[in-house]
Nanobody, 125 residues
């Protein structure tokens, strides 16, 4: 059974940093594509960062809104994908989701088949 469990969401002041973690279960032989998304109240779910762990080093991509501030990484031994978030802004406030899918992409949530429950990040000024 596939399961994704996020952790690390918290309240932080603007300019601060957080690291989110997504521990996966049952995914090893299903897919090598992982992504981080977020959804703010009243807004659509937005793709932030994706990683393909089938290459060494892994391939990554980022949305323009987080490029240079966020970093996606993977720890194979822990079956965990991380999202390091630096220089956080008030606009980064949202529920953050990790997802696993069959396509290395950020342009649509439809490329992702498995989702975590989400973890809340609140950035205050």
């Amino acid at each position: 059974q596939v399961q994704l469990v996020e952790s690390g969401g918290d309240s932080v002041q603007a300019g601060g940093s957080l690291r989110l973690a997504c521990t996966t279960f049952g995914l090893t032989y299903i897919t090598k594509n992982m992504g981080w998304f977020r959804q703010a109240p009243g807004k659509e779910r937005e793709g932030l960062a994706a990683i393909y762990i089938g290459t060494a080093p892994p391939s990554t991509m980022y949305s323009d809104s987080v490029k240079g501030r966020f970093t996606i990484s993977h720890d194979h031994a822990k079956s965990t994908v991380y999202l390091q978030m630096n220089e956080l802004k008030v606009d980064d406030t949202a529920t953050y989701y990790c997802a696993a899918g069959r396509t290395f992409s950020l342009d649509s949530t439809s490329h992702y088949d498995w989702w975590g429950q989400g973890t809340l990040v609140v950035v205050s000024s």
